[in-house]
């Protein structure tokens, strides 16, 4: 049974950092592309950041320079560093499979606000 656990979001300034993470079981992670996604109020969920089993990485426009997606296997942990965070990035993030699975986690909010 997937299951995807995220965690670190919480309230930062415009210009702050946050890493989050996601503990992942279920499936063998090593082998896995995995991705953050995240929603904000009143939009579709959108694909952030994607990693493949080897490291490749692969970013949206709007995150690029600013984020950093990495893994580490040997923990099946996905990790999403959150730089120079705009009101713009405010949304619940989700980590999954690329392409992801039909379930979800509860995703983990992240707040920019002065």
């Known amino acids: 049974q997937v299951q995807l656990v995220e965690s670190g979001g919480g309230l930062v300034q415009p210009g702050g950092s946050l890493r989050l993470s996601c503990a992942a079981s279920?499936?063998?992670?090593?082998?896995?592309?995995m991705g953050w996604y995240r929603q904000a109020p009143g939009k579709q969920r959108e694909l952030v950041a994607r990693?493949?089993?080897?490291?490749?990485?692969n970013y949206a426009v709007s995150v690029q320079g600013r984020f950093t997606i990495s893994r580490d296997n040997a923990k099946k942990t996905l990790y999403l560093q959150m730089n120079t965070l705009e009101p713009e990035d405010a949304a619940v993030y989700y980590c999954n499979r690329f392409p992801p699975y039909n379930c979800w986690g509860q995703g983990t909010q992240v707040t920019v606000s002065s």
């Open positions: 990693i493949s089993s080897s490291g490749i990485t």
């Open positions: 279920g499936f063998i992670f090593s082998i896995t592309a």
